[in-house]
């Protein structure tokens, strides 16, 4: 008799290429399709480029221009001719500036349930919400799955977040995603999926999903899942792409490793207080509290239903005078949709600021806060700084809290006088003119020339790890640092195709000396490490991360923790990922001391322990690596091992 699966189980067995489940700790999965976004995209296709394959081997790769659209220098668009000409070249589809926010159009006009999604962006399971195996990592791992490699992922533990009841009036899925992080945290879940069940999924529509499996990527898991049933048809044939559904449920009695009961009738309205998505309070908590700006859209929330619903709230009214209110729609599609009905008057209206459908104030690409300022906001990161305002407090809120508070100023519950609920189209508008290269998708144009312009750097390698490391702990730092710490986005964001340049910036936000440091401890012959606590490289999957240090030679990082995205890249930038065995062993290292690390090429040939050598005595780490990263941290790298 054939053994009940979960969705989870469904998806994976169906791409499994490399490992067993049931015996090995990691496991290589095909990949049907990728997408990469401007702020990443570039040093992915630098990467592909350099493979020398002649086109892409996926069932569809789609490039995205959405992060840095305001063009302040050339830097921005030079790299979106760049990156339009390589899709032109190689068989990409490109998604023109201004079209839209990659994970709501790819959910829109790509993504099919059962398949697999590979993204250079964190958020790629936003493609969870319709059944997808949707998957975050750095650019190389993109690259490598659009020349036909596999991706690796730690064999999963699946937990089951079992949703019953249905939600009131004024609580949305914002709400319970917040609730999710409220129980698990952001740290501590590295190598699990979760898998939403249940008889509350079916009350859930799509864009709601998506909300939920978007904002998993803060608990750290590897990806967040819905199964694809009516409701996810529904909302295919309403996108034109009835021929894409699949159905894909768990099977009756289907086995789960850990099992999360949400009761969503009880479900209140909750936000994330500074400076972390995992600091969860209730809204009532914080009721009242003056409020200088508010946010609505991001990936997370700017779908038709969320701005409609915000629209609602709105209609006939103003935002208090002493509030900033921005929007930024995920879509063409979604603002063709407000246009249509009347939903974009009722917002200008009410004295909003519609702005481009972009990521822009979610990575403090614009619209950053005043000096001191609240801000609420309705995207998936309230890290320190990211709005680009250090002294800035934001809240992640749903856009029913975010509507209700525009209109006092202040915190404010929206169960108190809530909107109807905005109903699934029957028929969404389909404008797929600014996709470009879509008949020539997998096959490129012969001739094709790449743009490149005076930003774009070649890609560098790293060298093959020596027998023994003399180094210096070029940095300590605390727990839950970012990957907007170590790489900050805003307006540096826009030298990421110019690593030297980028490098410069490298933990601007912790120790702007940093750079400097690296290379006069290279210049004296020493290598860099990086000391860190818990949960170091939570956050984006931002590869410069690891990619701007392997240039200033960090070898190793140890900590007591790693995320699995930046882990990941650490790896492929030929940077160690090493574990304190004893977390008190953090006091023993200190930013300039002097560490030797003998004998670390034969630690990562075998079981992955290493004794460390400091002025405050030795002290053991450990890296647990397959065979596969063995090899790829030996040689330096990932490229330098193909």
């Not at 992080?181 to 509350?200: A, D, H, R």
């Not at 110019?498 to 290598?527: M, S, T």
């Not at 034969?602 to 090899?631: I, M, N, Q």
Request: a positive charge; proline letters at 5%.
């Amino acid at each position: 008799m054939k053994k009940a699966q979960n969705v989870v189980e469904k998806i994976l067995s169906a791409h499994l290429v490399e490992g067993d489940p049931a015996t090995d700790p990691e496991l290589g999965i095909r990949i049907d399709q990728t997408l990469t976004q401007d702020a990443t995209g570039t040093m992915a296709y630098l990467q592909f480029e350099s493979m020398d394959v002649p086109r892409v081997k996926t069932d569809v790769s789609v490039s995205y221009v959405d992060h840095n659209t305001v063009q302040i220098g050339f830097e921005n668009a030079d790299d979106h001719d760049f990156l339009q000409s390589i899709a032109k070249k190689y068989g990409i589809v490109y998604s023109k500036c201004g079209n839209g926010i990659c994970h709501q159009l790819h959910l829109e006009r790509f993504g099919k349930p059962g398949t697999t999604l590979l993204g250079s962006d964190s958020h790629t399971p936003t493609g969870g919400g319709i059944g997808q195996m949707a998957i975050g990592a750095g650019g190389i791992d993109i690259a490598v799955a659009m020349a036909g490699g596999a991706f690796h992922i730690p064999t999963p533990k699946v937990r089951a977040i079992v949703l019953k009841g249905r939600l009131r009036k004024g609580v949305s899925a914002k709400d319970v995603i917040l609730k999710v992080l409220e129980k698990f945290g952001t740290k501590g879940n590295v190598g699990w999926i979760f898998e939403y069940t249940g008889p509350g999924v079916a009350t859930l529509d799509v864009p709601s999903r998506a909300t939920i499996t978007n904002m998993g990527a803060e608990l750290g898991v590897t990806t967040s899942v819905f199964p694809s049933d009516a409701v996810t048809k529904q909302f295919l044939a309403a996108q034109g792409r009835a021929k894409d559904f699949v159905k894909i449920v768990a099977d009756k009695g289907a086995k789960y490793d850990d099992t999360f009961v949400v009761d969503l009738s009880k479900v209140e309205p909750m936000m994330a207080a500074p400076h972390s998505p995992g600091n969860v309070v209730t809204v009532k908590s914080r009721k009242g509290l003056k409020v200088n700006q508010i946010m609505i859209g991001s990936c997370t929330n700017s779908s038709y239903r969320d701005i409609r619903t915000v629209a609602l709230y709105l209609k006939g009214r103003h935002v208090a005078d002493d509030v900033e209110v921005g929007i930024a729609c995920g879509s063409r599609q979604v603002i063709n949709m407000l246009a249509k009905d009347g939903s974009l008057a009722i917002l200008h209206a009410a004295g909003c600021r519609m702005l481009e459908n972009a990521c822009g104030f979610c990575i403090g690409a614009h619209m950053s806060p005043r000096t001191g300022a609240v801000s609420l906001r309705t995207n998936n990161r309230n890290f320190e700084g990211r709005s680009g305002t250090k002294s800035a407090q934001v809240y992640l809120v749903s856009p029913e809290t975010a509507a209700a508070s525009a209109l006092t100023g202040r915190v404010e519950l929206p169960t108190k006088n809530p909107v109807a609920a905005v109903p699934s189209p029957k028929k969404f508008p389909v404008d797929d003119s600014m996709f470009l290269y879509r008949k020539t998708a997998g096959k490129g144009v012969k001739g094709a020339e790449i743009v490149r312009g005076p930003n774009i750097a070649p890609v560098p390698k790293g060298a093959p790890l020596g027998a023994d490391l003399t180094a210096v702990a070029a940095i300590k730092v605390g727990d839950k640092i970012t990957t907007d710490h170590i790489m900050p986005a805003g307006a540096r964001l826009k030298f990421r195709s110019n690593i030297p340049e980028y490098a410069k910036f490298v933990f601007e936000p912790c120790d702007p000396g940093f750079h400097d440091k690296c290379l006069a401890n290279a210049e004296r012959g020493f290598a860099n490490v990086i000391v860190a606590g818990e949960s170091y490289g939570q956050g984006s999957s931002r590869e410069h991360a690891a990619l701007c240090p392997m240039y200033l030679g960090v070898k190793a990082v140890i900590a007591k923790s790693i995320e699995r995205i930046h882990r990941a890249n650490l790896v492929n930038f030929g940077i160690v990922p090493f574990i304190f065995e004893n977390p008190k062993d953090y006091d023993k290292a200190e930013a300039g001391d002097r560490l030797e690390l003998k004998g670390v090429r034969a630690a990562v040939e075998g079981d992955g322990v290493l004794d460390v050598k400091g002025p405050k005595g030795t002290f053991r780490v450990k890296a647990a690596l397959s065979d596969r990263e063995r090899h790829i941290l030996l040689c330096g790298g990932l490229l330098a091992s193909l």
